[in-house]
Each structure stands twice: as C-alpha cells, then as structure tokens.
C-alpha cells in the first residue's frame, strides 16, 4: 500500500491509495498516484522527494518530462556497476543525469546537468 497524504492545519487529507501485492516495485504506482494527485493538487515544476525503491529511469523521465520537475532519491545499488562519470567526477545515472551527493552516507541528488 502507498498512501499520499497532505497536512492542512489539523486536518489530514488523504490524497490516493493504491494496494499492491509484495511483489510490486513502488516504481510501478507512481505515474498513477501523481496522474491522480495532480488533478485536484498541480505538482507542475515539483521536487519529487522518494526512497530508493523509485530509483528507475520511468520515474526520473516522468517527473522531468510530464511534470517539469526534480527528483531527490537515494541511490539503489542493488545490481548496478561501476557508474560512467563526468570530468567533474560525479556519476551519471541511466537517465544521462548528474548525481550530486547531498547527505552522509548514500543519499544522491540526480539534478539535469545543464
């Protein structure tokens, strides 16, 4: 289950829901969770902010392609190599972004190297 949830004042609001089985990657409900929370709440130019179970390159190209924004996601070093690097040293990611470390001891910053 992955509940979305805006606090407003006192009051929780729920924002969507969706039940998947263990199985399910948290990557496979994000476009629906934001399709639907950008109906009532706009997340255009948005800083998507997510465990590394959404390290994916769908998720990275959703949030910069449909919704203009930015992602801040730690990096899942589960089965990855050696990553390719930029002269400045940094890491590239698969979706061709520059990883900037941002916290102590994994947590990376994928920001569009412009």
């Known amino acids: 289950m ?34 639907k929370t950008n109906h009532f709440l706009s997340i255009e130019a948005c ?3 997510a465990d590394k179970g959404y390290d994916v390159k769908a998720v990275y190209n959703l949030i910069k392609g449909v919704y203009h924004g930015e992602c801040v996601i730690p990096l899942n ?26 916290a102590e001891p994994e947590f990376c910053r994928k920001i569009i190297n412009n």
């Not at 979305?4 to 409900?29: K, P, Y």
Request: net charge negative.
């Open 2 to 35: 992955v509940p979305e949830c805006l606090h407003s004042g006192s009051l929780l609001q729920h924002l969507s829901e969706i039940m998947t089985t263990a199985d399910a990657a948290d990557s496979t409900v994000v476009e629906d969770i934001l399709s």
């Open 47 to 49: 800083n998507f902010i």
């Open 77 to 102: 070093k589960h089965n990855t190599k050696n990553p390719e690097k930029l002269p400045s040293g940094h890491p590239i990611c698969e979706a061709g972004l520059a990883m900037h470390k941002t």
